[in-house]
């Protein structure tokens, strides 16, 4: 069973545009929540990740938003470029738990 | 210079043959992963080793092997292989803080093809 929803699957926007990844959870223990990066052929990469006591953080182009009372957490990708383009994981942990529990995934395509 | 490399990075065997991958980091990390990918790109934890100790084993059937001969080291056997077996097996680390954080570096994958 899937600890952590993700959607959509996939999503186009034009280069600029402001994609935005959601997820949700159940599990109120989980109190870590990564964001990996993958590109096609390689493994994925940590891109940003926030504590359930933040409700937004910021890196660069990358923001996440945190409701802890909807047990809901999204990622937006400010001001996209193709360069962006990749599958995009939300992925949730706990405190001394070596699983991470990993999102479906989504694929995001910027176009020029 | 690589962190967290896998050998073969590309694997097409037949039903029935046994294969292995092999992983090693040089992060100095204790914890080690391996990871399954399939076709639509989900991502499920089979394995984990912790100063070469198993500590997570997610339902594999035992036609897979781990072994960890040291902490920077793990490898993957599989026996008898099967069609569904097909996928993208990833080797992963992480240091002792993401045991909290759930920060992974991994390598870049094997992909193996079972005809």
């Known amino acids: 069973q899937q600890q952590v929803k993700q959607s959509p699957q996939s999503l186009i926007v034009q280069k600029g545009g402001i994609p935005i990844i959601n997820c949700a959870y159940e599990n109120t223990a989980f109190d870590y929540f990564p964001w990996y990066q993958q590109f096609p052929g390689k493994g994925p990469a940590l891109l940003i990740a926030i504590r359930p006591d933040v409700s937004e953080k910021k890196e660069g182009r990358f923001t996440i938003s945190f409701n802890k009372s909807a047990k809901q957490f999204s990622l937006h990708i400010m001001d996209s470029q193709p360069g962006d383009s990749a599958t995009y994981f939300c992925?949730?942990?706990?405190?001394?738990?070596?699983?991470?529990?990993f999102g479906a995934g989504t694929t995001v395509t910027v176009r020029a | 210079d690589t962190a967290v490399s896998q050998t073969p990075k590309y694997l097409v065997t037949q039903m029935g043959n046994d294969k292995s991958i092999k992983c090693e980091q040089n992060l100095g990390h204790d914890t080690m992963y391996w990871y399954k990918q399939d076709s639509k790109k989900f991502l499920k934890i089979m394995f984990s080793?912790?100063?070469?100790?198993?500590?997570i084993n997610e339902t594999v059937p035992n036609r897979f092997s781990p072994k960890s001969p040291d902490k920077a080291h793990l490898n993957l056997h599989i026996n008898s292989l099967e069609l569904g077996d097909s996928a993208v097996y990833f080797c992963?680390?992480?240091?002792?803080?993401?045991?909290?954080?759930?920060?992974?570096?991994f390598g870049e994958g094997s992909r193996l093809t079972v005809l």
């Open positions: 080793y912790n100063n070469k100790e198993l500590i």
């Open positions: 992963a680390s992480s240091p002792p803080e993401g045991r909290e954080t759930g920060e992974l570096f």
């Open positions: 992925a949730a942990s706990m405190w001394g738990d070596y699983k991470l529990s």
